[in-house]
């Protein structure tokens, strides 16, 4: 359970504003479907979010965790950085 709330408050800090709230904000202000947009959104979720399950625990079983969490900071400083610039 407690795994389930820390994904919860991770995930939903993370995603507030997030490109994906974006995009599906645009889609609904063309008249889509709320509930079919709602439904279309959470199966993309889902799947991108087992296929980084999955990548996740091959990454664990070959790479310290402390590594991969410095990557992943470092990947989102650049991102934030090429997005700052308007490269990405």
Known sequence: MKAIWI?????FIAELG???QLAVLALKSKGLSGW???T???????VLTGL???F???LHQHINPVII???AAVAFVVIGILMYFGKL
């Open 40 to 46: 279309g959104s959470m199966i993309a979720f889902a």
């Open 18 to 20: 997030d490109k994906t």
């Open 7 to 11: 994904a919860f408050g991770t995930i």
């Open 69 to 71: 969490e410095k990557v």
């Open 52 to 54: 980084a399950i999955i």
């Open 36 to 38: 079919g947009l709602f």
């Open 56 to 58: 996740g625990d091959l």
